[in-house]
């Protein structure tokens, strides 16, 4: 099955610097790659995500890259504040018609520091 | 973006009763449905899948007799947490994929979670 290592599992940055989170991902068949925030208590939330068709996606200050060749994607947060602060999680999973699972990886604990 | 709704956003229970969590999609048709189970710093831990009007689907190692799922509606799954106990206790957060004419049927979204405390 897929298994999706992601790094760090902590980060701290300053204010208005760029955060970025790297995650790989192990089935070559996997096409979707979503991106979840979450912050303490509260469900994940979906923040951006990416298909394999597609190199980068940007949405305002996110962007997510992705190369299917090295079988890995990104998360790319630039000028950071302090709302920014949370858990990340990237994912990955094969689009079929079903019920198809997402596998998560581990998380990173993002701290944007004043 | 696309709401699902969970209750309760917290429970406190004794031991040996049953807690039942709710999930509603609130504005798609949500025809899969997922429950998670997420401890303290941890990734979040599929427990099992729901299509609506079907029996779900359990990973490996999680009881079926113990957590009942039922997705007796396209926008309703509820988790029931049969004979509760202290080590089941945790964060239990449902998801769902669906569609509707502003919903693409790959993204999935989450509840607010529940976190359940068993005495």
């Known amino acids: 099955g897929e298994n999706v290592e992601q790094h760090p599992s902590t980060l701290s940055v300053q204010e208005g610097d760029s955060a970025v989170i790297k995650c790989t991902y192990s089935?070559?068949?996997?096409?979707?790659f979503p991106w979840y925030k979450q912050e303490l208590g509260k469900g994940p939330q979906l923040i951006i995500d990416?298909?394999?068709?597609?190199g980068e996606k940007k949405d305002q200050r996110i962007a997510v890259t992705l190369n299917k060749t090295a079988k890995h994607f990104s998360l790319h947060i630039t000028e950071t504040q302090p709302e920014d602060s949370a858990v990340y999680f990237c994912?990955?999973?094969?689009?079929?018609?079903?019920?198809?699972?997402?596998?998560f990886g581990t998380g990173t604990q993002l701290k944007v520091e004043l | 973006g696309a709401v699902v709704s969970q209750h309760p956003s917290r429970v406190i229970c004794k031991s040996g009763t049953s807690v039942k969590i709710e999930c509603r999609s609130l504005?798609?048709?949500?025809?899969?449905m997922f429950w998670y189970r997420q401890f303290p710093k941890k990734s979040l831990m599929l427990m099992a899948t729901?299509?609506?009007?079907?029996?779900?689907?359990?990973e490996q190692g999680v009881e079926k007799d113990k957590f009942l799922i039922n997705h007796a509606s396209l926008t309703l799954s509820t988790l029931t947490v049969t004979s509760a106990h202290p080590e089941d206790s945790s964060f239990y957060i449902c998801?769902?994929?669906?569609?509707?004419?502003?919903?693409?049927?790959?993204?999935?979204?989450f509840g607010s979670g529940t976190q359940l405390s068993v005495l």
């Open positions: 998801s769902a994929r669906g569609f509707s004419a502003t919903v693409p049927n790959e993204k999935l979204f």
């Open positions: 089935d070559s068949a996997s096409n979707y």
């Open positions: 990416i298909r394999s068709n597609v």
């Open positions: 994912a990955a999973t094969i689009l079929t018609g079903g019920g198809n699972k997402l596998t």
């Open positions: 504005d798609f048709q949500a025809t899969t």
């Open positions: 729901s299509n609506e009007g079907s029996k779900a689907t359990y």
